[in-house]
């Protein structure tokens, strides 16, 4: 299968022919705990992308400190390096109200070292009230333009009382996976996005 990535930032180095190119896809999650719904998301997100996409979740918000001139801690250079590497990022938030600091922190680490200049960022906000996700996405689209990445995403008003997963953990409600894919189809290159999971 020959893969068109153009549109897609490829990564420093990735110029072999369309049949030795790739797609790689960074994911992280603006929660610092492990089981939140949005930490779910993201990972359930993985199993629908085409097998032909890498994707590599980053698990280190929690140690993130504030940015500071100088040289980057351990946190912030794992960060800015897998961005470095990917071709787009995928991120996942709650509402405004509980975004957590971190976050920020993380933006400014990869803002200062432009790690996010021209880079596809998708944004899947979740809130189980309308407005919530709405002031998600608007709040963490300045920041990501603030930083010239190239911003898309979707606002996924969720109630907590309906079963989004499976056992497995993969997404089990086919409206959340049918706007989960249209998120995950602007990361990816046009034909691509045969699913992974069968609806």
């Given at each position: 299968?020959?893969l068109?990535?153009?549109?897609?930032?490829?990564?420093l180095?990735?110029?072999?022919?369309?049949?030795?190119q790739?797609?790689?896809?960074?994911?992280?999650?603006?929660?610092?705990?492990?089981?939140?719904?949005i930490?779910r998301?993201?990972d359930?997100?993985?199993g629908?992308?085409?097998?032909?996409?890498?994707?590599?979740?980053?698990?280190?918000?929690?140690?993130?400190?504030?940015?500071?001139p100088g040289p980057?801690?351990?946190?912030?250079?794992?960060?800015v390096?897998?961005?470095?590497?990917?071709?787009?990022?995928?991120?996942?938030?709650?509402?405004h109200s509980l975004?957590?600091?971190?976050l920020t922190?993380a933006?400014?680490?990869?803002a200062?070292?432009?790690?996010?200049?021209g880079?596809?960022?998708?944004?899947?906000?979740?809130?189980?009230?309308?407005c919530?996700?709405?002031?998600?996405?608007?709040?963490?689209?300045?920041?990501?333009l603030?930083a010239?990445a190239v911003?898309?995403?979707?606002?996924?008003v969720?109630?907590?009382a309906?079963?989004?997963f499976?056992?497995?953990?993969?997404?089990?409600?086919?409206?959340?996976?049918?706007?989960?894919?249209?998120?995950?189809?602007?990361?990816?290159?046009a034909?691509?996005?045969?699913?992974?999971?069968?609806l």
């Amino acid at each position: 299968m020959v893969l068109d990535i153009r549109g897609i930032g490829q990564v420093l180095g990735n110029f072999g022919t369309s049949l030795e190119q790739w797609v790689k896809i960074i994911g992280f999650a603006a929660s610092l705990h492990t089981g939140s719904f949005i930490t779910r998301l993201l990972d359930a997100a993985g199993g629908e992308l085409p097998r032909d996409v890498e994707f590599e979740v980053w698990r280190g918000l929690d140690a993130i400190t504030p940015y500071h001139p100088g040289p980057a801690p351990a946190a912030a250079r794992e960060l800015v390096g897998l961005v470095a590497d990917g071709d787009a990022v995928l991120l996942t938030a709650p509402e405004h109200s509980l975004l957590p600091i971190e976050l920020t922190y993380a933006l400014d680490w990869m803002a200062a070292r432009d790690g996010l200049s021209g880079k596809h960022v998708a944004v899947m906000s979740a809130s189980a009230r309308a407005c919530g996700a709405m002031w998600a996405q608007a709040e963490l689209n300045k920041q990501l333009l603030e930083a010239r990445a190239v911003v898309m995403g979707a606002e996924l008003v969720v109630s907590p009382a309906c079963p989004y997963f499976d056992e497995n953990g993969r997404l089990a409600a086919p409206d959340l996976r049918a706007q989960v894919r249209a998120v995950l189809g602007q990361l990816c290159p046009a034909g691509m996005m045969e699913p992974a999971l069968s609806l």
